[in-house]
């Protein structure tokens, strides 16, 4: 066991040799436009919060009413006693609004990337190549790799290079190509 602790203090050393080691930043507030850190406004750049939807008075409201209605969390997977009303009626919702024949919501897109990439190549396996930008996130590539499909990785944003690839593998029955929405 020494062996391996041994090896982990020296890959930390390595890291923190090349100036490459990082430390959490605490807030100290809410999320949004501005936090605050140290006692410091900043301006921040690395929410995920694109659309300022984190300190909604809306949503901070229902989401009271929904820990009162239903507690912290589902208790279990959706296919065993974890399905609450609320899912069915956001699915609802998004439905009629999309106006398509049926909605699945997950709890994030890594986890929707990872069920929808390998349920979408999941019939004639051997027949499907995936093509990946060499730049995805992690959550895409992941999702490649559980397709169990041949995945031909292509350069970042390189149309030329992924229409190469295609001609290179034209009489593969189905393709998919993948790639983020932004670099």
Known sequence: MSLYI???????????QKNLFRKFITQNGQNGSHILLNGESYLNFSSNDYLGLANSHLIRKTTIQTLE???????????????????????????????????????????????????????????????????????????????????????????NDLENSLQLHRNTKYKLIISDAVF
């Open 6 to 16: 041994d090896l982990f203090h020296k890959a930390v050393e390595n890291i923190v």
């Open 69 to 159: 209605n239903y507690g912290t969390g589902a208790g279990a997977s959706r296919y065993i006693t974890g399905n609450v009303s609320p899912y069915l009626e956001l699915e609802e919702v998004i439905k009629t609004w999309l106006s398509v024949v049926d909605v699945l919501i997950f709890s994030s897109g890594y986890q929707a990337n990872l069920g929808v990439i390998p349920t979408i190549t999941s019939i004639e396996r051997d027949h499907w190549i995936i093509f990946s930008d060499e730049l995805n996130h992690a959550s895409l590539i992941d999702g490649c790799k559980l397709s169990k499909c041949n995945v031909i990785v292509y350069k970042n944003r390189d149309m």
